[in-house]
């Protein structure tokens, strides 16, 4: 068992940064790659960035690219996003999700990931 802890989140106006942070524990060894999702009231859940474990690798979407960056602490068992030049249609709660073992067809869909944290909301005024 793995679990996912986020946090992070927050009440921030248009222009300003957040670090959100999920912390890994439990049988972290096989984890393949670790994928935060945002989910925007009544809209579904959405891929923002993923980092795989082998080569630090990571991808966004396109909403976020340039802003948006992941990174991971392997001694802490950390995966970060830090998040810049923060917009209105940033807000939701966004998620951390583990893949273990390897990877799926799809990384960017939220079926077929093995953890998922709580969530930390995150709130961006104009």
């Known amino acids: 068992q793995v679990q996912l802890v986020e946090s992070g989140g927050g009440l921030v106006q248009a222009g300003s940064s957040l670090r959100l942070s999920c912390v890994a524990s439990g049988r972290t060894s096989r984890t393949y790659a670790v994928t935060w999702f945002r989910q925007a009231p009544g809209k579904e859940r959405e891929f923002v960035a993923t980092?795989?474990?082998?080569?630090?690798?990571?991808y966004y979407d396109d909403s976020v690219k340039g802003r948006f960056t992941a990174s991971r602490d392997s001694a802490k068992n950390t995966v970060y996003l830090q998040m810049d030049n923060l917009r209105p249609e940033d807000t939701a709660v966004y998620y951390c999700a583990a893949l273990m073992g390897g990877p799926v067809p799809n990384y960017r869909q939220p079926g077929g990931y093995d953890y998922w944290g709580q969530g930390t909301p995150v709130t961006v005024s104009a």
């Open positions: 980092i795989r474990f082998s080569n630090d690798q990571t």
